[in-house]
């Protein structure tokens, strides 16, 4: 008895990291219905979608129109029948609902989406399915729960949240701020501040051009973080069991806050000019100073690395 409690402990958690991609296991999808809408919609319209049990894509072109395409799916054709599209259209914003009559177990839906390049994502929401956006200048905001969140070249502001999913997002210009639990973090902007948290997953981070009035922060739990600067700005980071590398340009020049416990600090730059340096622990001045690099973790290795 106790061994198949075990063994059902262990296949909960899988079943669910498989739906987090698309909630489409057993029954769910054995009805389905396609589904097919287009708006005109103006340049720097706002959109907001909330969905439950399937994922997200939203893409860009060059028309003031918006078209959603998808698909609606349940485990009774009853069922298939009683859940709604509902979408509540102006000449500058569209919102987007999946309505069910009853519950939401066994139902949901997958959305496609065109959309004017020029565009405000007020709130994409989606529950057991991931969120993919893709080429959008203008506000970003993104919400899974079981689900990963990918977006690309985007610029604006960026605001993505889910759980037990990763968040990736790739050429991004616009400040960012990332959260997930159970879930890992990798991120590349182009110009802005970066804010990213997690647990249970590693953060993996390159700025190129950082916010010079803001700090790179970063924070995990269990998880590596590894941090690439192209230009020295603040940087907060802290992790717990795990390793630390941040890599700066050869001639970096930047205050050092550097601790660790039960493991080492290792640095390719020259050594301090000011400070101390010893096992567990980095405190002063490389070249001639500047924004300080605060790094923190247990049971963890902290790299210094040069580009």
Not at 75 to 85: G, M, N, P, R, Y
Not at 92 to 113: D, E, H, K, W
Not at 137 to 162: E, P, Y
Not at 202 to 230: C, F, K
């Amino acid at each position: 008895m106790r061994q198949a409690l075990r063994s059902a402990a262990i296949v909960a958690p899988i079943l669910l990291l498989t739906a987090c991609e698309d909630f489409s296991f057993g029954n769910f999808d054995r009805y389905k219905e396609d589904f097919h809408y287009s708006y005109d919609l103006a340049p720097g319209s706002r959109i907001s979608v909330e969905n439950m049990n399937g994922s997200v894509e939203i893409s860009t072109w060059d028309r003031n129109a918006v078209e959603i395409t998808g698909t609606k799916y349940a485990s009774s054709q009853q069922a298939l029948q009683e859940l709604k599209i509902d979408i509540s259209a102006a000449p500058n914003s569209l919102q987007i609902r999946t309505v069910p009559s009853f519950g939401t177990r066994n139902v949901g839906a997958r959305y496609t989406m065109r959309v004017p390049r020029q565009v405000q994502l007020d709130r994409i929401v989606s529950s057991n399915g991931a969120v993919r956006v893709d080429d959008v200048d203008g506000i970003v905001n993104v919400h899974s729960s079981n689900g990963s969140i990918k977006v690309w070249h985007s610029k604006g502001r960026l605001d993505a949240q889910t759980s037990n999913g990763s968040i990736e997002v790739t050429g991004h210009t616009g400040n960012a701020m990332l959260h997930t639990s159970n879930g890992g973090i990798n991120v590349e902007i182009n110009q802005g501040a970066l804010s990213a948290t997690t647990s249970n997953g590693g953060i993996t981070a390159r700025l190129m051009q950082p916010d010079t009035s803001q700090p790179v922060r970063l924070e995990s739990s269990n998880g590596h973080i590894e941090l690439s600067l192209d230009a020295i700005r603040d940087v907060r980071a802290t992790t717990s069991n795990s390793a630390i590398v941040v890599r700066m340009p050869s001639s970096a020049s930047a205050r050092v806050r550097a601790r660790t416990s039960n493991s080492s600090i290792t640095s390719e730059f020259d050594a301090l000019t000011h400070g101390m340096t010893s096992k567990n622990t980095m405190e002063g001045t490389l070249g001639e100073g500047g924004p300080l690099v605060d790094v923190s973790t247990s049971n963890g290795s902290i790299k210094l690395l040069k580009l």
